[in-house]
Every structure is written in structure tokens, then in C-alpha cells.
């Protein structure tokens, strides 16, 4: 870019005036731009808004179903023996004893003896026949997989419910072959007698009898999950039970014959106090958001000022919150579980008032929130209104964001064809000042040289008088 020294002839700064000129025409497009920023706040706002009726909703899911509503809680005498967890579907009020006589675990059987490699060293072949759950299959072992590495793929492909894997156990020959059931249902035994030549004998895999048979003992015999509920002897597959007790899964961690664990089953009354307490905090958070985005300084005037669909949000939620709600309890407002709306709008809850509602009278509380079939409360009106309003296709948002991207577009457009303007503008005043300049230095060069010539001529006259 050529570098202009405006002025040098009329002795003004035309750079300036120039920029000063440009520096008013541009106050339009100055003021659209306050314009989209403003839309483009109004925007971020209805954004979080949208987030807030959403974080509001979900706080409130478990409120407007009695089953969650109602949860439980269970106690144990002793962590030693098995944990526990429960649902909605437990008995309250039940009190168990169990004892863990056994855990639920897998055959386990190794060879005695190891080998020095698990590739090198060699064993015979021919058929192996691993028996599982009673049932015989034959595995062929030939030249090209009778190494210990060879067997355990060979057994492991058969896919006969028992896997094989290999151990070091750190002596001279210290490679052994552990093969273990898949479930406790699968107990085995592996008659590797037919193999015939190499020069190490599977039949380490016995206690050494040479036989050739993998027998008994294991080094882990395959067991079931025993324990006794009130003196009712249950078995189960797995160490994880969850039809032993109604409503209750135990997960079994230890076994000791004569020790009892005593298992509680109650209400967990500070749970449902805190998911009826999460409904205030919800409703606040909404309603603060609003009002700030409504207000400058207390004064009016905020981002969403004016907008007739966040006050209509404002407005509906504080009528659900008076408006009763007929059920069979004897509560139909949530003024009665001790909620209280202060000046600005936002709630508190008042927690003698709620501790009492649920230790009293909790049937009538789930009967307000839930409704009388268990799914159909005063909650679950405040979830539909919160998904309607937050709907991906009908929702607020989704018509806020389409309505101010248009004028956000049109705003864009119209500072493109406007700036479009300005730049050629700018290029005809500069054109129109160094034009000025160029007239401007052709007047003082002519008007110089006739300064000369008229000096010469008066010089001459002056010498003639003489």
C-alpha cells in the first residue's frame, strides 16, 4: 500500500478530516452492531434459561414417581460377610438374619509338576478327553501343538466351558497348566493317558499317580453360593443374590459358618426430605434467572425485559404452585409440606413443618406429589409443563433462536451493504482531496511563477531608470 501524505499543497490534514468524515457516516453501522450484540445476549440468556427449566426438571423426575419417591434404606449389624443394596420394592420395616455358609466359586485344577518351556518341551500325542459336567470330548494333540502352550490353545478352542492358562511358579521347570470351569456348574476332568511319546508326561497334571487323569482334589472345587435367611437355606450360582430377600441384592463377600449378619430394611425418611427440599431449589433457580435477566439495578430495563414468554413461564409455575391439586391425602398444596414463597418470588422450605409431613402423614405426601396411582402428582404437572417448555422442536428456545438468528442475519446484511458503501465513500473523498491538492499545487506553482516574472520585470524597469 502506497503511502499518502495528504495536505502538503493546502497545508490541511486531509488524512484527518478524511477519518473524522468516515467516523460519523459510520455511526449506522456502529449502532447495528450494539443491536446484534444485544440479540446475541438475548440469546445466551434464553440459552441458560432453557438450561435451567431442564436442570429443574430432572431434579424433580424421582419426585413424581411414588416408587422413587419412597426409597429405602438397609442396615447391616456387620460389613464382614456381604453388602447390600435395595429397591423400591422392599418390605419396610423387614428385619433378616443371614448367615454365608459358602461362596459360589469355579473348579480350579493345575498340574503338580511344571515343565522348564512352554514351547520347547514336548508331550505325547494323540486324543485327550476333558469330561465336563459329566460329559466326554475328545481334543487331538499332534506334532505341531504338543507343547504346553500347544495343549492350552487346543483345550481353550474347543470351547467345552473350561479355559486353560499357564503359570509361572518360579522353580526349575517352573511352566504349569491351570484349567479352570466356567461357571460352578462346570466341573472336569482331563484323561491325557492316550497321549504317547514326547518327552514329558501330562500326566503331572494328577497328583501323581500316572495316570494320566487330572482328578481329584482340585486345587479349588467348584461350589455354589450357600446361605441361610431365617433359617431357610438358599443356593444360588452366583455370589450375587437378588431374590433371596424381596427388593433387596446381596453380594456375598465372605463365608463363616455360624456368623449371623442382621439385614434392616426401612424408609430412608432424610432421602425423601432432600427429594422434596430439590423441588425448592429447582424452582429458585428458575425463578432468580428470570428475574435478573429482567431487571437492570432493580430498575428495569434487563436482556429479557419485556418478553411475554419468560414472564409467562414466571407466572405459570407460580400458579401451579398455588393452585390446589385434588388426591385422596389430606394435603393439596405444597404450602402444607412447608414450602413459603418469599418477596422476590423464590421459595423456602420450612423443615419442621416438611419432617413432620413425612413422618406423619407420608402417605398423603406421596399422594400430593405422586398422585393417587403413584405417577400422576403435582410433580409430574411441573415435568410436563418444565418438557413442554424445553422441547428440542416446540420449546421456548427453539423459537427464541430462530427468531433472533434472523434479525441477527439481517442485521449482518445490512452492515455488509452498508460498510460496502462506506469503502466507496471513503475512495471518492480521497479522490475528490487529492484532486484538491493536485489543483491546488498546479495554482501555487503558477502563482509562484509569475511572482518571478514579475520580480525580473521590475528589476528591469528599475535598471532602465537609471
Known sequence: MAIQFGGLATGLDTSSIITQLMSLEQ???????????????????FTQLDAKLKSFADSIQNLGNADSLLKRSVKLSSNDYL?????????????????????????????????????????????????????SQSIEITSDNNSLEGIMSAINDAGLGVSAAIINDGSDTPYRLVLTGENVGKTFSLDSSALTGGTDSLGNMNLDDGSGTIINPPVQAATRAHVRIDTIDIYSDSNTLSEAIPGVTLDLIQAKEGSTTTLNVNLDRSSIQSTIQSFAKGYNDVISFITSQSVINDQGGGVLGGDSGINAIKRHLQNMLTAPFANDGVFSALSQLGFKTQKDGTLIVDDTVLANAVDNNLDSVVSLLSGNDGNSGLAKQFKDYLDSMTDSSTGMLQGRKESINNSIKRIDNRIESMQARLDQRQKTLESQFSAMETLVSSLNSQSSYLAQQMTALSNMMNSGSK
Open 27 to 45: 455511526a449506522p453501522i456502529t449502532r447495528l452492531q450494539a443491536d446484534k450484540t444485544w440479540h446475541s445476549n438475548r440469546l445466551a440468556a
Open 83 to 135: 453388602s447390600a443394596s435395595v429397591s423400591s420394592e422392599a418390605m419396610t420395616g423387614g428385619s433378616y438374619q443371614v448367615e454365608v455358609i459358602s461362596l459360589a466359586q469355579v473348579q480350579k485344577s493345575a498340574t503338580q509338576n511344571g515343565v522348564a518351556s512352554k514351547t520347547s518341551s514336548t508331550f505325547g500325542t494323540g486324543t485327550m478327553n476333558l469330561t465336563v459336567g459329566g460329559i
